[in-house]
């Protein structure tokens, strides 16, 4: 089983005690205590005193600057150091593998049979080829290393590909991790694919290293502990991604039923090449986000009518014979809320759409506003497109019957009263929350204004809406909807918990 270790950057040794009985509080397997963050560290007198007051197995470093560390001093002391700590008993020793060979002559065979060697090599810049990390690997081992350690750099999400081919080969323990936030896949599904450890902070200000999750994510998200070889991966394509809620709703849904899979948010810059690098069947389901909604039409085999008529798709499933197919749950979600919204309890009942010959004005030409027009026409809507491109407006207006105006027009567009407006753009989120489609002086033109973004739950627009007096509906609603026909493409037709999508919406939205 994968361990989870906690690494521990406490600046007194004190702050590293309370720090290592947090981290066994919280449920991690083991720690690494960074000697080189200590303020004034002096080995014979802080060491003794960590190693006893730790509750959980330890892996001591001591990290050069050289190497990504704080340390600055001469390697003659630090082997000291390290040698100390092993005299004391510690669990696991990390060295570098630049100096190995020197470290293991100083040691000279007297390495405790209890204490594992860690000989570990970072790469910051980038993740070299396979055939690059496999020598890298070799190197490791004729050094006389018990585990192998390998941290390169994510530049792109594909690059985490090449760590995992590797590991799922290696013939000895082996640590791959790949840095940044496009590498938060490695340290997730490390378990997976055979990783030896896995590191998880007790809080954003106690990271050693870029992109690592915390331990309470870890386990109470990802469900770290019950990851496996079998587990399928999902996860939302998107960039940015790291606002989303979907990773917390959808996996606390899927544990709430069993069904062994895990979904991540996954930071890509181009969807056609991340489809295709990780093409195996574990990989079998995706939530499509801005911006590629639209790309992702092109990127599957197969699509459902409705996704082929909107031109924009928010789900992609891979079936067991690798044929991806796209689907379309925005518009369903998107409509049923404005539905509601607009006619009140019920409304989604009646016979006739709240929406048939209403006015409906959609900010943005993307794949949500190609969902929201197509949705709103299907209703009985009479349809305006604005956006900041008007030629992509004049398109989607043309596609769907409707009319296009220049976003900047908003301002002074009022042919009639009783106007709906739908924000279809991702102006207002997370984390420019300042944004906004519309001057708050136009909104009174409007009788409902529904908003896609959910995070943050009230956006500006939503805000100055409800200032001018007028009905708003949250993009939650939207969200919530949304999920529910995604989880049943993802799990093969098992109902949403929609009780649970609700309770888990309001509680992180």
Not at 334 to 347: T, W
Request: glycine share 10%; charged share 20%; hydrophobic share 40%.
């Amino acid at each position: 089983m994968t361990l989870l270790c906690v690494p521990l950057v406490g600046r007194t040794v004190e702050e590293m005690i309370t720090d290592a009985a947090a981290a066994a509080a919280t449920g991690g397997d083991m720690v690494e205590i960074r000697l080189d963050f200590i303020q004034g560290f002096r080995p014979r007198e802080h060491l003794p005193p960590l190693l006893r007051g730790c509750p959980l197995p330890a892996l001591v470093t001591y990290r050069p600057v050289w190497e990504g560390g704080q340390y600055e001093g001469d390697d003659t002391t630090r082997f000291e150091t390290l040698r100390l700590a092993m005299e004391l008993g510690v669990d696991y020793v990390d060295i570098e593998l630049k100096v190995a060979d020197k470290f293991m002559s100083f040691i000279a065979g007297h390495k405790p049979e209890k204490c594992k060697l860690i000989v570990s090599s970072h790469n910051y810049e980038y993740t070299p080829s396979c055939e690059e990390i496999t020598n890298l690997v070799a190197s490791i081992q004729a050094v006389g290393a018990d585990i192998v350690k390998v941290a390169t750099t994510a530049k792109d999400i594909v690059d985490v590909s090449r760590m995992f081919q590797v590991m799922v080969h290696c013939q000895v323990p082996m640590i791959g991790l790949v840095m940044s936030e496009k590498g938060l896949m490695s340290r997730v599904l490390a378990p997976k694919f055979g990783g030896y450890l896995t590191f998880g902070i007790l809080n954003a200000t106690k990271t050693s290293a870029s992109g690592q999750p915390t331990v309470e994510d870890l386990l109470d998200i990802y469900n770290i502990k019950c990851i496996g070889p079998d587990t399928k991966i999902l996860g939302l394509i998107a960039n940015p991604v790291k606002q989303s809620k979907s990773p917390i709703l959808h996996n606390k849904c899927l544990q709430s039923i069993g069904y062994n899979a895990v979904y991540l948010p996954l930071l890509g810059d181009n969807l056609a090449s991340f489809l295709e690098t990780y093409s195996s069947p574990d990989f079998s389901g995706f939530s499509c986000s801005l911006p590629f909604k639209v790309d992702a039409v092109q990127c599957c085999d197969e699509h459902d009518p409705v996704a082929k008529s909107i031109g924009a798709i928010n789900t992609i499933i891979r079936r067991p014979d690798g044929k991806l197919v796209g689907y379309n749950t925005d518009y369903i979600g998107a409509i049923s809320a404005i539905e509601d919204g607009i006619g009140g309890p019920g409304s989604k009942d009646a016979v006739i759409s709240p929406l048939a010959g209403r006015l409906i004005v959609v900010v943005g030409a993307g794949g949500a506003g190609k969902a929201i027009a197509y949705g709103a026409k299907e209703k009985g809507a009479r349809v305006v497109i604005a956006n900041r491109t008007y030629e992509k407006a004049v398109r989607l207006a043309n596609a769907i019957g409707g009319q296009a105006l220049r976003l900047e027009d908003l301002e002074t567009f009022r042919p009639e009263e009783g106007m709906i407006l739908a924000n279809a753009t991702s102006l207002g989120m997370y984390p420019n929350v300042d944004g906004t489609p519309i001057p708050k002086k136009a909104l009174g033109f409007y009788d409902v204004v529904f908003d896609a973004v959910y995070a943050p739950k009230v956006t500006r627009l939503l805000r100055e809406a409800e200032e001018c007096g007028v009905k708003v509906v949250s993009g939650v609603e939207m969200f919530i909807r949304q999920a529910m026909g995604q989880f049943e493409h993802f799990t093969g037709g098992i109902e949403a918990p929609e009780s649970l999508m609700r309770e888990i919406a309001a509680k992180y939205t």
